[in-house]
């Protein structure tokens, strides 16, 4: 059974930075992408960033490009989110998903693994 597990949320200051690891275990076989996405209180689930297994294609919201940047080490079983010129508005708790095939790649329904979250708070 597949299992993601996050890291590296906390408290940060607006303008500065945090990166956060979603490691993989008990894998049988490759997801096709693994993303990242974000909820904020009383808000719906939103796509941040996705990166299929060979890094091939690399895709992120309008809201965090040119600011974060995802990016794979499958020798590590690990996907990254490094948070650049953070915002007030990122604060959520982020979540890595997994996906076995093509399709609406920013629609969370189509995932099928999910970790359980890691909180960002980003202050002003």
């Known amino acids: 059974q597949v299992q993601l597990v996050e890291s590296g949320g906390g408290l940060v200051q607006a303008g500065g930075s945090l990166r956060l690891s979603c490691v993989a275990s008990?894998?049988?076989?490759?997801?096709?992408?693994t993303g990242w996405f974000r909820q904020a209180p009383g808000k719906e689930r939103e796509f941040v960033a996705g990166?299929?297994?060979?890094?091939?294609?690399?895709y992120y919201a309008d809201s965090v490009k040119g600011r974060f940047i995802i990016s794979r080490d499958n020798a590590k079983n690990t996907v990254y989110l490094q948070m650049n010129r953070l915002k007030p508005e990122d604060t959520a708790v982020y979540y890595c998903?997994?996906?076995?095939?093509?399709?609406?790649?920013?629609?969370?329904?189509?995932?099928?693994?999910w970790g359980q979250g890691t909180q960002v708070t980003v202050s002003s």
């Open positions: 008990g894998r049988t076989l490759n997801s096709y992408v």
């Open positions: 990166i299929t297994w060979a890094a091939s294609v690399i």
């Open positions: 998903a997994d996906r076995y095939y093509s399709g609406n790649l920013y629609a969370p329904n189509e995932y099928a693994v």
